[in-house]
């Protein structure tokens, strides 16, 4: 029944909001389980990589779910000079007034260097107060920023100008703190900096577990007395669960009196920089290992790299599972998919099936008379071509292009074609026909065997009035740039999977940078591409996606001596139940760990 149906939702968000409730009235009136070091000033000033409100987002779904009461946020000083040159050379802190060094080490920052500087040693004073309160306190403290693990005593590197940790560590001994303090590393990025300006210390540990070295062997070695572990790419829960639980005793074995956990979210798989495939699952995992490890020794938490806009998720959820509630937190691909879910309840399957009445077309019937049924072309087996612009027009893709100044638009369907049913949606409004959106579709149950699938074997966004510029060239493959609603049509595509009952959609990315931008939200049907693709990232890494996929086409990656050449394996974003736990199931992180070891790419 429709009402019961309606009923159950609104008995559990009830039930929800007297959890959430219950948790806000003995989390203002109880102890503190957790304290928190925040400033407005944390976010990052705008640019290419990172989400300047991480910081907000975290802060707000605690308080939210009744975690934490935002009286109790303790907002941080900024960093002083004094404290600065602790650890960091004096001629290297004034060249940090020079546009030119700031633009070097936060390249695409649309900032001043004196508005980049003191963003930063803000969140240099989130970790002093965070290691302050730690030490006067107990317990778990955590600064909702800082992890600025890259920074050197006498230069930055990796978007690091300060290297907060050892600033706090330098803060705390000046205060007269004679403890030992273990700094675990576990950024997909390796502590480099930390390591090395604590080399001098004999009562700092530092670990890291890393995909590789950003330094020579030998200066390494040099540098870093203690443990640094480079894992390499394409890491799955059970090898870096396995990485972890070997360095993690090591670490505590040293009887630390303060614990500094540097927690990135960077090697998630859904992260958009990382090459690691550390599931949600995982990366709590790791998260709560640490907190168990540390035990009762003082606990300071920074966040460290995370890039895109549902890297706050990741640690939000792993901070509220240390508060008692371990619900999952929406990814943004999840919240778009709720919206479409919500459009597609509004269309109904014959409205999609209907072939509208038009009195002033003359017919086969009028001419020959009446011959029963007309039977019409049917997309997929199921929508009409009059059902297909409805869909577009439902899913805001026609408002979109209308929006470009496409005023008039046809929908086409070839249920001929070689490799499945093709359809296009065609400007026409001067005079001229131009192919704006272009998919050939078939269900498939060849890409994941026992698993039937919407299959893509052809897509094509663009927008051919639109002109490349300097800034945004073309892609490789691309003739025009692209339409700017990939989104609005994979979602459709995923609705249609859902209508049509098959368990996910499938896709070739035809280029490097397709499946670049698709990972987070798809992944490889086949694990050894998987590992292979994230071996490409890793030496690939450091250059822009457009450089990064033009390297992919020219040949300039290799692979045994030869030019790499791309090849277009099917990417999966799953649906159902049952193809979720396949494509996360333990075999298949074997075999991405199996084949991640034999595999070498270079970029010449």
Known sequence: MIDGENREPRSEAWLRLVRRLGRRLRTELGPARLRVVHHPDYAAPPGPVSDPRRADRILHHLHREGLLSLRRVLAPATATLGQLTRVHDPAYLQSLADPVVIERLVPGVDATPGEVVRWQRRHVGGTILAVREALAHGGLTVSLGGGLHHAHADRGSGFCLLNDVAVAIADARARGFTGRVAVIDLDMHPGDGTQGICAADPDVFT???????????????AAVADRNVAL???????????????????????????VIYVAGTDGAASDPLGNWLLSDDGMRDRDRAVVAAAGSTPLVWVLAGGYGADSWRLTARSLASELGCDDSIPTLRDGELARFREIAGRIANDELQAVPDDDLRITW???????????????LDFYTEWGLELALHEYGILDH???????RTDVEVDTNHDTGHLARLVATDRGQREILIEVVLHRSTDVVPGHELLYAEWMLLQNPRKQATAERPLLPGQTHPGLGCLDKLMGMLMMAAERLELEGLAFRPARYHVAAMARGWASFADPVVEARFAVMRQALEGLPLAAQSTAVATGRLWEGGEPLVWDAEPMVVPRSAALTATLGSAERQQAVDDAVTDLVFEVR
């Open 207 to 221: 670990l890291s577990l890393h995909g590789v070295d950003w330094a020579e062997p030998a200066v390494v070695a």
């Open 232 to 258: 390499g790419p394409g890491v799955t829960d059970a090898a870096f669960a396995a990485a972890l639980g070997d360095a993690l005793p090591e670490a505590m074995a040293t009887k630390p009196d303060l």
């Open 365 to 379: 019937a009028d001419i020959y008379g009446d011959l029963g049924p007309v039977k019409h072309r049917r997309f």
């Open 401 to 407: 292009v209308e929006a470009l100044g496409f005023t």
